[in-house]
């Protein structure tokens, strides 16, 4: 839905991970949508995620009813 967004989370490990936040488009359709490995920011205590090493991957919807 339209305001909506998500936040994907790319661990390597506990203290290395990288995150990114998507916009939800202003529509109803299911879309594709392509996120480049530069646009992912480094957020773990200890570096960012090593992206040849993920070892889980989250994704965090927040959403407008």
């Known amino acids: 839905a339209a305001g909506a967004t998500a936040e994907?989370?790319?661990y390597t490990d506990g203290t290395h991970f990288?995150?990114?936040t998507i916009a939800s488009?202003?529509?109803?359709?299911l879309?594709?949508?392509f996120v480049p490995?530069?646009?992912f920011a480094s957020a773990g205590g200890d570096?960012?995620?090593?992206f040849?090493?993920?070892?889980?991957?989250e994704l965090?919807?927040?959403?407008v009813a």
Request: glycine share 12%; hydrophobic share 45%.
């Open 18 to 20: 990288s995150t990114v």
């Open 60 to 63: 965090v919807i927040t959403g």
């Open 31 to 33: 879309e594709e949508i």
């Open 8 to 10: 994907l989370r790319l």
């Open 25 to 29: 488009p202003n529509q109803l359709l």
């Open 47 to 50: 570096g960012g995620a090593t």
């Open 52 to 57: 040849s090493s993920i070892g889980a991957i």
């Open 37 to 39: 490995f530069s646009a």
